[in-house]
Structure formats: structure tokens, C-alpha cells
């Protein structure tokens, strides 16, 4: 008989678990209270980046962007993906040498990825930039991609695989199943209970709910995440743009419309799951933006929306095993940067239910991090 597993969430990292899962046997459901991709999954910039990654996280990115090179052969379509580059731009000296040292930080690690552009080397690249630009780090071969499309793709390989999507269902009731299994209780009328063997905790922003439900400490909040769309705009960009002092993610689309984010908060209601834009940090965002290209101070700004997000309190994912309960595995809090990531998390995801070793490290993501008892135990153990 097959094993099977319950993914709490639609997102692109239930999805990623669901199509893996699937793909390796096990009969898999994936429950999602709205619809796929309602929150952080299908509104989010799309950035698809090896750059500025905290150290724990770049040996997933460095797997995850080979897996975007090949995307359309492993779920039908590429999501849009171009590699259009990423650079991080330096408005004075000072910046700039906090760029070099990351760059020399990246090479210790034993990576190639991240390299340093002179002043003239930048303009050359971004011709646009504000004259007062000193220089910046940049990654080729990084870039961006549609987040609703890539969504949808990874939705539907998940069910050509075998997957069942309940949208729409909200899990109320978690609880072990006699043999050891697990049994989500929920809202709706035709799915009063479901069980399976393994839980997978994709739940976004509430999945620290889940984790407070089954007494795993976690620190993570729920944040709405704002973008802004301006009208069309000539062609004058190809790379995405970030700053290395403030929160900037900037790129032209292919119709010339100009988005501008980089996880500034918005207002957020998580009871009633409504984010709304915060028009302070709006102005903050678009400021930014002009302070880098001038010329966009003439540009109306047409759309802003926010998305809900869980952020951990040390900015990286909560990715592996429970340590409280056997056969759930955690993969959420991917604080405004996991759309990239969903190309393999996915992939350790199957290995956990597979009880193997995932081939990439993830020690830093394991969730007793948050837990203080669990950290005293384990210090304690290594002396």
C-alpha cells in the first residue's frame, strides 16, 4: 500500500512537497483553506536569486537555480524565468566595502556566484542608475520569473502526478491517528476528517498556528508584504536591482511596466486574513526607487497590493523534521525570499518522508532553534 501525506497549504513550497511527494509514490492530498496561491505565492516580486542569500541558505539557492534552468522539463512550463541578472547597488563608499567583504565572504564558502562591479562597470550594465552610484555586487545568471504561473505549473504537475487538491477546506483539529498517523478534522461538510501517515506544515503565515496547536515553539509572524506596479515605461533595465542600504527589489517587465518592492510592511490582518498597503511605507519604497533612477518621478504609479508572509525571527526558513512528533515535517517561514527556494525545497522535503539524509544541508533551518529548553538540551549534550 502506498504511504500517504497531508500538505497544509497551497503555495509554491505545498506544491513543490505535493508533486515530489507524488512523484515518489506516496498518494499525497493538499488542503488549502482559499485558493492556491491566495497569499505571499502569487502576489509576491518573483525574484528568482542566488545574491545577498544568508550563508545557510546558498547552497539551496546555488541547487534551486538549477533546477529554474531546467524547469520546463520537470513541470511543463518555465515560469517565466529569465536570467536577466541581479545586481545590489552601492551609494557611497561605505556600502561599497560592505560589498567587497560579502563578496570575499561568498569565495570562504566556496562559492563563484557573487563578484563586485566598478562605478564604470555598472553604468555600463545599468546605464539608467543615479550618477552618485559608486558601484555594486551582482550575480548573472540570476533573475526573475511569474509567481502566479509558476504556481500554477507546479499546482498542476502535482496532479498530473497523482495529488488531490481540497481548496477552499480549512483544518480546524489536528490530532494523531491510532497507529500512528495523523488526522486533520475540518470545515467542510464532505471532508469531515483526513488521514494520513505523514503531515507536511506549508501553511505560510499561519503555519506557526500549526506549530503552536502541536506545542512546537517557533518565533515568526505573519507580515503583509508590499509591491507597487507603475505604468509603462521605454525599455531601460534588463537586471532586477536591489540597494545595499535600504530595502529596494526593482525590474522592468517585459510590457514595461516597472515593479517596485523589497519587504516593506504593509498592515495585516491575519484574523481575517487582509493585507492592506501601509501608504508610509509606500512613499519609503517608491523614495528608494527614485533615488536610484531620478527619472522615474514623472511615472504614475497604476497598482499596489500586499501579500501575507511568515518572516522567522532570524530571517531564514523553518525546513525539516518535528523534533516533537514523528512524521511531520515543517517547510514555512521563508521571510519574503523562498519563491526561488520552491524549486528544491520540495525535493527535501520528499527525502524526510523517504526517511533518507537530504542531499543538501539543513541543520540551520531545523525549528528547536526557537525552542529554548531543546537548545539548552542539545548544548549541553556537545559538552
Known sequence: MKPTALVIGGGLHGASAATQLARSGFRVTVVEKNYAGRHASGVNAGGVRRLGRHPAEIPLAVAALERWQRLEALIGDDGGFHPCGQIK??????????????????????????ITLSRDELR????????????????????AANPYRTLTAWRRQSQREGAIWREGVRVTRVDRAPGGGWRLSTDHPDLPGLDADWLINCAGGWAGELCGALDECVAMQAQALMLTITERVTPFLGPVIGSASRALSFKQMDNGSVMIGGGIAGCIDTGGERADVRLAGLAENVQTALGLFPFMRDVRVVRTWAGIEGVTG??????????????????????????????????????????????????????????????????????
Open 124 to 143: 555600463r550594465r545599468v546605464p539608467a542608475v543615479a550618477p552618485h552610484c559608486v558601484g555594486a555586487l551582482a550575480c548573472d545568471g540570476d533573475g
Open 314 to 383: 532570524d530571517g531564514i526558513p523553518v525546513l525539516g523534521l518535528s523534533w516533537r512528533h514523528p512524521r511531520l515535517i515543517h517547510s514555512f517561514g521563508y521571510s519574503a525570499h523562498g519563491f526561488q527556494l520552491s524549486a528544491i525545497t520540495g525535493e527535501i522535503v520528499r527525502d524526510l518522508a523517504l526517511e533518507r539524509e537530504p542531499a543538501l544541508p539543513i541543520a540551520p533551518f531545523d525549528i528547536r532553534r526557537f525552542d529554548s529548553s531543546s537548545a539548552a538540551a542539545r548544548a549541553s549534550h556537545t559538552h
Open 89 to 114: 547597488v552601492a551609494e557611497n563608499d561605505e556600502n561599497m566595502a560592505r560589498l567587497v567583504s560579502r563578496a570575499a565572504e561568498v569565495r570562504e564558502l566556496g562559492f563563484d556566484h557573487e
